[in-house]
């Protein structure tokens, strides 16, 4: 009998993956059933700011669930917090997304949001990579402001905050409502897996993930029905595509260089180690 494994999906752009693995029979090839799910039952009401009570996190913890992507940072910060599961792999695609602001406002560049809110989702891929692109623009660490938002594009167009750090679809759909993109931002993300999760069973959810990158790498319009598929079609021709690069190991130094990012800025308590963390390392 084919291994069933529960998976619950990162974002819809990023994890398109994912999804044309399950529907190409390339999980099935490797002897594993598949169940997807793409968003969390509750929608935007299910993204809260405490991410343990969010509901792949919820659902690792309580056995409901062997796999889900999310970005680096973050599954660092869960499997260290949460005391479940482990890193298998470095996911599918390297993310991408941008911080916009409203067409009239007054913000040109990252200098000008110091000290100013920006909505994102606590803890997650924009939240961490927004950090970055601040700081590399000079902004310091201390004068960087954000808010966390359920429905970060709302925030955005209703005005109650400046800006927001968005991902695909946001970014196509503030863009459509006239909003400005102020900055790039892109991450990777990492695959973290339960515990029950053996090496070879590892070993061929990334071999399934890897068929589905080539099948989607062999022409780009392709890739775009796939991977935007919750856009309009006349906007996949100019939304975000993530950049397709294969599952690939978490080498220690890679590793550590994310851990010492987090523990500087203080979203790490301890430390954790490589071999706790990142299964069978």
């Known amino acids: 009998m084919a291994r069933v494994i529960r998976l619950q999906s990162d974002s819809n752009a990023h994890d398109r993956p994912w999804r044309v693995a399950v529907e190409q029979g390339f999980f099935a090839a490797e002897g594993l059933t598949v169940e997807y799910n793409e968003d969390n039952p509750q929608g935007v009401a299910g993204r809260v700011e405490n991410f343990s009570e969010r509901w792949k996190e919820s659902?690792?913890?309580?056995?409901?669930?062997?796999?889900?992507?999310?970005?680096?940072?973050?599954?660092?910060?869960?499997?260290?917090?949460?005391?479940?599961?482990?890193?298998?792999?470095?996911d599918t695609t390297a993310r991408t997304g941008a911080i916009m602001v409203r067409k009239d406002s007054k913000v040109t560049s990252l200098a000008d949001l110091r000290n100013v809110p920006i909505a994102v989702t606590w803890h997650a891929g924009t939240f961490y990579a927004a950090i970055e692109v601040m700081e590399a623009a000079g902004v310091p660490f201390g004068e960087?402001?954000?808010?966390?938002?359920?429905?970060?594009?709302?925030?955005?167009?209703?005005?109650?905050?400046?800006?927001?750090?968005?991902?695909?679809?946001?970014?196509?759909?503030?863009?459509?409502?006239?909003?400005?993109?102020?900055?790039?931002?892109?991450?990777?993300?990492?695959?973290?897996?339960?515990d029950d999760v053996d090496e070879e069973t590892a070993a061929k959810i990334m071999r399934a993930l890897n068929r589905a990158v080539a099948w989607l790498s062999e022409n780009e319009s392709r890739s775009r029905?796939?991977?935007?598929?919750?856009?309009?079609?006349?906007?996949?021709?100019?939304?975000?595509l993530p950049e397709l690069?294969?599952?690939?190991d978490y080498k220690p130094a890679e590793f550590q260089e994310k851990v010492d990012w987090m523990m500087d800025r203080g979203f790490l308590k301890d430390a954790p180690a490589y071999d706790e963390i990142v299964r069978g390392k």
């Not at 796999?67 to 680096?72: A, T």
């Not at 991977?227 to 100019?238: F, S």
């Not at 690069?245 to 690939?248: A, F, N, R, S």
């Open 245 to 248: 690069m294969g599952v690939q």
């Open 225 to 240: 029905e796939e991977l935007l598929r919750d856009l309009k079609p006349e906007l996949r021709k100019t939304g975000l």
């Open 144 to 194: 960087i402001k954000l808010e966390h938002a359920n429905d970060r594009l709302d925030a955005l167009l209703s005005g109650h905050n400046e800006a927001a750090a968005l991902m695909e679809p946001l970014v196509s759909r503030a863009r459509e409502a006239g909003c400005r993109q102020i900055a790039d931002l892109r991450w990777r993300g990492g695959i973290v897996a339960g």
């Open 59 to 90: 659902q690792l913890q309580q056995g409901a669930l062997e796999v889900y992507p999310v970005c680096e940072w973050g599954a660092i910060e869960r499997v260290q917090s949460l005391g479940k599961g482990r890193i298998i792999g470095l």
